[in-house]
């Protein structure tokens, strides 16, 4: 259950309004990243259909107390986009060892780490691989190793029809033929995972576009489906079934229809040490729907 937060929500910046930047990682890759604020230092990951932007609310509340340290995933937004045609360079590890690299290219030992969507499982991974660069972490509606066979499962492959859909060639086509089909497709996502009839104002869905028609983002995204979500993918390996004691807090948005929260039962198989609050009147896209729930939840969690 949700308590009335003291943070006002956040007005909206556009992304030129915020500061860029780019590093050449030691893992082959080029990534773009916002970054913002002062302390120690914390890391967020964007899902999918997203990118660095979708933490836009929250960036600058959280400033005042941390490092805010803001990527593009491998694939996304303004990174590198490794070649289109290899998906094994789109593996879920690979995004995983690029936060680690990350870390070492701005000279932080440590760092907070939160995840939603595939930053999710990206969290997951990392705080097991690399367990000793993470203070805390945080992750927005959890997903387990043991998440495929409900995803692809009755009667929830009817919501999963999507990640089968990006395994085609046409998949890209079709959604990046134009404008228009663009937004429809990303749209259709957008509020549906949403507790909200619409997430975003056509100002924000414009921006969304934005970023989806730059060279390479579509094929990206899906890239991410084909490596690590298609009916013979392996995304995860023995060390993800490995019990974590690393504090963890878990928010959960009662209305995600994707991720839902009645997977909640199946955390104790992985962590030892969480908090678990199920949001009431949020759905997926926790960081846009209650940006004040997730600022001050991290705020408290990790100062």
């Not at 995803?151 to 999963?160: A, K, L, R």
Request: hydrophobic fraction near 40%.
């Amino acid at each position: 259950m949700t308590t009335a937060s003291s943070f006002a929500t956040p007005a909206v910046r556009r992304p030129e309004e915020f500061s860029h930047n780019e590093i050449q990682l030691s893992t082959g890759v080029k990534i773009h990243y916002v970054r913002e604020g002062s302390g120690p230092p914390l890391l967020l990951l964007h899902g999918w259909p997203g990118f660095w932007w979708e933490w836009s609310k929250v960036v600058a509340p959280l400033a005042e107390h941390f490092d805010v340290i803001v990527p593009d995933l491998r694939g996304f937004g303004d990174s590198e986009k490794p070649d289109l045609g290899d998906i094994s360079q789109y593996t879920l590890d690979h995004a995983t060892d690029d936060q680690a690299a990350l870390l070492d290219e701005l000279g932080i030992d440590e760092a907070y780490v939160v995840g939603h969507d595939y930053a999710a499982i990206i969290v997951h991974k990392f705080i097991r691989k690399f367990r000793n660069r993470v203070i805390k972490a945080a992750i927005f509606d959890p997903i387990t190793p043991d998440f495929g066979e409900f995803y692809f499962g009755i009667p929830h492959v009817s919501e999963s029809w999507y990640s089968q859909f990006h395994q085609t060639d046409m998949s890209v086509e079709l959604v990046s033929s134009s404008r228009t089909a663009c937004k429809i497709y990303f749209t259709h996502f957008m509020n549906h995972w949403s507790y909200r009839d619409e997430l975003l104002t056509d100002d924000e869905m414009e921006i969304y576009v934005d970023n989806f028609m730059k060279a390479g983002n579509i094929h990206g995204g899906f890239n991410y489906y084909r490596a690590n979500l298609s009916m013979t993918s392996a995304p995860w390996n023995e060390l993800d079934d490995e019990v974590t004691d690393l504090p963890v807090t878990i928010l959960w948005g009662q209305g995600d229809t994707v991720v839902p929260s009645l997977l909640a039962d199946r955390l104790p198989k992985y962590y030892s040490n969480y908090t678990l609050e199920i949001v009431e009147d949020a759905g997926h896209f926790m960081m846009v729907e209650k940006p004040d729930i997730v600022i001050e939840r991290l705020t408290a969690a990790f100062k």
